[in-house]
């Protein structure tokens, strides 16, 4: 290359996006016996939103999960606005999501029989 011809990169539009999903059941899903699904807290890398839900969708149905219902929280700095508190470890996890173009699940929650729902539940993200 010409000397000042240099290859720029372009910054990256991808940012991280927070979600919660809720999984039903599937024969090999891993879950507990008993369960009745699950809820998981992911962060997921995309140009926007909706491309993170495809890829999550698609990355949990890989992984014989039976994906219910998405519910998108927003990039950090949504989250912040709307007075979430986010620790270094949800930090570095969502680092984590961005650096390697991924979906990252950072917790899972199983349900039992009368548990089923979540989708209104706050306290997971405070």
């Known amino acids: ?34 369960a009745t699904g699950a809820a998981l807290m992911v962060y997921a890398s995309g140009v926007d939103e909706a491309e993170a839900v495809r890829e999550t969708v698609a990355i949990l149905k890989q992984a014989d999960l039976a994906p219910l219902d998405v519910t998108g929280y927003g990039t950090t700095a949504e989250r912040e606005a709307q007075g979430h508190e986010i620790d270094q470890a949800e930090r570095d996890l969502m680092q984590r999501a961005l650096d390697e173009n991924s979906v990252v699940v950072a917790q899972m929650t199983e349900f039992f029989k009368g548990e089923e729902s979540i989708a209104t539940d706050d306290n997971l993200m405070n």
Do not use: F, I, N
């Open 1 to 34: 290359m010409a000397a000042g011809m240099e290859k720029t990169k372009k910054p990256s539009r991808q940012q991280v996006y927070t979600l919660l999903v809720q999984v039903g059941r599937k024969d090999g899903d891993g879950l507990p016996d008993k």
